[in-house]
């Protein structure tokens, strides 16, 4: 017993003050892209090449937030001139086409569905399905129910039965072996209802993309409602779309 | 010894350097290695011209031998003469539509077509998009039940069925079906571009992020003659002890959680994220992505990180200390621990177990003593003393190993180099050639292969996680244990569905 005392007086209170007070990711972390319009067109190209996820569209001066997996190439490749990945972790969307961007997002508050807040804003419970995650996206999530995020203190929690749930978090290309399972999931969910996707994968396939042995695009078979980009999304960016889109 | 050819970790050989034996020469080779102190570290099929060949690759002691033959429809199964090629040959008849004969439980691994269009071995019609199609054991008489869990299970973890067939409360064999999370990573990889490979290597499981990419890009190296510096080789071997310690925290927090002693699982809980972040300090990523590209790294550790990651360590190396302390001096806790899911020493090395599974049953295998990569020649080994095969060696396996990976990093962040940020290139191969890279990830042996062909192109790529030897020690971990304990010794295992699915 008074070890327990000791080691909570050492541990003392680590809960973020997120998002009543802002909260710095170290510089190296990869977030929202700023992408330079004026750069020369061929670097633009050079970046797409290199792209592993072709996830640039050096025309438009694009990149796909679905696609990529921020692993920074791009940035190194050309040496910051063409693309430059900030800090800023807020990058969920309500919709797919939103996830192409030129540096900017829409604020996800002002797309969420009105309905959505008045349904779900003082209490969301989410059924979590990994469907073919690689346990990135699914550990990153969990996190959230740690003592820093203690993501239940703003009334979300994720369930143990569909029945229970207002929706389901999907991560992972789904597989084609996890279709059955994921589709029988989403049945079992009382509506109204909601459906997130979670990770590149859920929304492009992430690096599973081509696969033959996944579906890898969760709106193809369930409409999807928000989307949280990231490989895996940093646990502040699933919880700023969280609450964006249901507070 | 001409039926084997000794070969080294990350070394490439030529392909036709590779013993090509008559097939019954093979399988006398292989079982009389596996039959003194022999372990299977890859075995599987290939498509060579029109012939269809044969591959393993076994270690002994500190030695890598390699050796292979042709194969038709068939072969006969040696896994009624030793049990570590169990899983290899079934994911052979499932990968290739060779029919190991005689194998005493043929039921496929991961549920998919074979890729060369032969007939299925299983018979399974794949249209059908639900694994498990087979009859499961059963156990028979007028008190047995069965149980049946997942795929989707109660938490925000991975989906895989368990299926335990009881006495009461007593579990008499519990069978696990996975291939839910197969994503044809196998397939994918000699297809694509080379720019792609370190980003799914990266999310073969997505917690060894730095062990599978470590494999793919030492095998890059090796066949496209790429060195490596030595301080590439430092920021390489911190991640990789970063990857170690996060996971090991995290599964003594669960582990905690599941004994229902909350204060440890909420305090690891948050210490994991900690050790992420340090992750993310040198990377720019939680789990690593982005880190390894062949050559060397892609992000450079400079002073200001490396004085970052000092005070970080210096500040939760108490904490968990006395975390670690908590945990396990509660008799409560040690009461749980203590004697729950034994698997003895000579059945952990009948099944070739791997990692801390395989340390805590006292098999000393540890990839980074013997066929050391990146920096672990010059640093000292773990070696643990607590061998009793059940969770309470399992979990303090787990604790000896943090405070092993802390004195490990803080021995390398002294050690400076110089180093230039590397990213992806596409890489021209050796053609013809074959490598093996071994890495001891977090769970244990990761393994990679690679065959090119005459022109430089993978011919085929194979992955091995741990996880593919250590789901069955679970299953045997849960003999005669009450069902009651299956979430206890699920997670001082804590494997891999999507490692071992692929």
Redesign the interface.
């Given at each position: 017993m008074l070890?327990?005392i000791?080691?909570?007086m050492?541990?003392g209170c680590?809960t973020s003050k997120y998002p009543k007070e802002p909260i710095s990711?170290?510089k190296?972390?990869?977030g929202l892209p700023e992408i330079k319009k004026n750069c020369d067109p061929a670097l633009a190209k050079l970046c797409a090449e290199?792209?592993?996820?072709d996830a640039i569209d050096p025309k438009k001066k694009k990149i796909d937030l679905g696609r990529c997996?921020?692993?920074?190439?791009c940035e190194?490749?050309s040496g910051g001139k063409f693309v430059h990945?900030t800090e800023n972790f807020a990058m969920g969307a309500a919709n797919r086409d939103d996830l192409w961007t030129d540096g900017t997002l829409p604020d996800l508050a002002a797309h969420s569905k009105k309905h959505f807040k008045k349904l779900f804003g003082r209490s969301l419970q989410l059924r979590?399905?990994?469907?073919?995650?690689?346990?990135?996206?699914?550990?990153?999530?969990?996190?959230l129910?740690?003592?820093?995020f203690d993501l239940s203190r703003f009334g979300i929690d994720?369930v143990?039965?569909p029945r229970h749930a207002d929706g389901v978090h999907v991560t992972?290309?789904i597989?084609?072996?996890?279709?059955?399972?994921l589709l029988t999931?989403y049945e079992a969910v009382p509506g109204p209802k909601v459906v997130i996707a979670s990770g590149a994968?859920s929304i492009s396939g992430?690096?599973?993309w081509?696969?033959?042995?996944?579906v890898g695009d969760l709106n193809s078979l369930l409409p999807v409602d928000l989307y949280i980009p990231g490989?895996?999304p940093?646990p502040l960016c699933t919880l700023h779309a969280l609450l964006n889109f249901f507070k | 010894m001409d039926n084997l050819l000794k070969i080294e970790n990350g070394k490439p050989i030529a392909r036709t350097d590779i013993p090509n034996l008559p097939l019954e020469g093979f399988s006398q080779t292989l079982v009389d290695l596996a039959e003194n102190d022999g372990f299977v570290v890859q075995m599987f099929a290939y498509e060579d011209g029109k012939d269809t060949k044969l591959l393993a690759v076994m270690r002994q002691k500190r030695d890598l031998f390699v050796t292979g033959c042709s194969v038709n429809k068939e072969f006969d199964s040696l896994t009624s003469a030793n049990e570590k090629f169990h899983m290899f040959e079934r994911e052979i008849a499932e990968q290739y539509g060779i029919r190991p004969l005689n194998h005493p439980w043929l039921k496929m691994v991961r549920y998919h077509a074979n890729c060369t269009g032969a007939q299925d071995v299983f018979g399974n019609n794949y249209k059908e998009e639900i694994p498990g199609n087979y009859p499961y054991f059963q156990v028979e008489g007028e008190d047995i039940h069965e149980v049946a869990v997942g795929p989707v299970h109660a938490g925000i973890i991975e989906p895989g069925h368990f299926r335990f067939q009881c006495i009461g409360e007593v579990v008499l064999h519990l069978e696990i079906q996975l291939g839910y999370q197969h994503r044809g990573v196998e397939k994918m990889l000699p297809k694509v571009p080379k720019k792609r490979l370190p980003i799914i290597c990266e999310t073969i499981a997505g917690d060894t992020t730095i062990g599978h990419n470590l494999c793919c890009c030492q095998a890059i190296e090796g066949l496209a003659g790429l060195e490596v510096d030595e301080e590439a080789r430092v920021v390489r071997t911190i991640a990789l002890e970063l990857e170690r310690m996060a996971n090991h925290v995290g599964d003594l927090g669960a582990l905690s959680g599941d004994v229902a002693f909350n204060p440890p699982a909420n305090y690891f809980g948050r210490l994991r994220g900690d050790v992420l972040n340090l992750s993310q300090v040198l990377c720019g990523s939680r789990m690593g992505r982005g880190l390894v590209r062949p050559g060397g790294v892609a992000y450079v550790l400079k002073d200001e990180q490396r004085q970052l990651l000092r005070d970080k360590i210096a500040e939760i190396k108490p904490e968990i200390e006395h975390v670690c302390d908590l945990l396990f001096t509660a008799n409560t806790v040690l009461a749980r621990f203590e004697d729950t899911g034994k698997v003895p020493l000579e059945r952990a090395e009948k099944l070739g177990l791997v990692g801390y599974a395989g340390r805590a049953s006292g098999v000393g295998y540890d990839a980074r003593d013997s066929f050391p990569t990146e920096c672990y020649a010059t640093l000292p080994v773990n070696r643990n003393t607590m061998t009793n095969g059940d969770v309470c060696s399992r979990a303090t396996v787990r604790r000896e190993e943090i405070m092993h990976s802390f004195s490990l990093i803080e021995t390398l962040l002294d050690r400076k180099g110089d180093t230039e940020a590397v990213f992806m290139k596409d890489y021209k191969l050796s053609p013809s050639s074959f490598v093996v890279t071994l890495n001891e990830g977090w769970r244990g042996e990761v393994s990679h292969c690679i065959l090119t062909d005459a022109t430089g192109g993978i011919l085929r790529y194979k992955v091995k996680d741990p996880s593919f030897h250590n789901w069955t020690g679970l299953a045997m971990a849960l003999r005669n244990e009450e069902i009651s304990e299956f979430p206890l010794c699920n997670k001082s295992f804590n494997l891999s569905y999507c490692g071992f699915d692929l």
């Open positions: 070890k327990v000791k080691n909570r050492e541990q680590k990711l170290y190296r972390f990869r290199a792209c592993p996820q997996t921020f692993c920074g190439q190194m490749q990945f979590q399905v990994s469907a073919a995650g690689c346990n990135s996206c699914e550990a990153d999530t969990n996190v129910n740690t003592p820093f994720f143990a039965s992972g290309p597989s084609r072996n996890m279709k059955a399972a999931t994968c992430g690096p599973f081509g696969s033959e042995d996944v490989c895996p940093h | -």
